[in-house]
């Protein structure tokens, strides 16, 4: 199995940074692209980013110019720097490794960012 343990979340203003990291434990050669998902109230969790294993990325357009995704898979971990928040981003953010070896799909417990106006 795959454990996935998201930190750095927290109460930042607007304009502000923060920066998540997830740490990937367990049957991690089964890993192959990573991304960041979150989820705010009353809404669907929508995709933020992703990197395959071989570092190509992709944004949702809400994010781009602002956020960065990027991983270090000697340490097992994939990052996501965000930059110039806004209230908007307000929402668990949730570290996801799809379609792995293992034949599914792993979630991270989410981490809370709020931001305040």
């Known amino acids: 199995q795959v454990q996935l343990v998201e930190s750095g979340g927290g109460l930042v203003q607007a304009g502000g940074s923060l920066r998540l990291s997830c740490v990937a434990s367990?049957?991690?050669?089964?890993?192959?692209?990573m991304g960041w998902y979150r989820q705010a109230p009353g809404k669907q969790r929508e995709l933020v980013a992703t990197?395959?294993?071989?570092?190509?990325?992709n944004y949702a357009d809400s994010v781009k110019g602002r956020f960065t995704i990027s991983r270090n898979n000697a340490k097992s971990t994939v990052y996501l720097q965000m930059n110039s928040l806004k209230p908007e981003d307000t929402a668990v953010y949730y570290c996801n490794a799809p379609k792995t070896d293992l034949g599914r799909d792993y979630w991270g417990q989410g981490t809370q960012v709020t931001v305040s106006s």
């Open positions: 990197i395959t294993s071989g570092g190509t990325t």
């Open positions: 367990g049957i991690i050669w089964s890993i192959n692209d």
